[in-house]
């Protein structure tokens, strides 16, 4: 298990945070997110490769300012 904290600049609410979470889950269903909409703070604990993660984030369409 890893843990990545990542700031996501763009996720705003809880539908990105539903988007986000699908993204990751679909690398890892076991995966696991802890999400703040109001720091853009975004905490994950998984089994996939973080490199894998950051890269289906931004597929789904946002934007990761620090990893
Ligand atoms: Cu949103």
Redesign the pocket.
């Known amino acids: 298990m890893a843990m990545l904290q990542l700031t996501i600049s763009d ?6 945070v539903e988007t986000i979470t699908k993204a990751v889950q679909d690398l890892d269903a076991t995966a696991t997110l802890d999400a703040d909409t109001q720091t853009k703070q975004v905490t994950i604990t998984t089994t996939a490769a973080p490199d894998l993660v950051k890269g289906a984030i931004a597929t789904a369409g946002y934007t990761i300012t620090s990893a």
């Open positions: 996720m705003a609410c809880g539908a990105c």
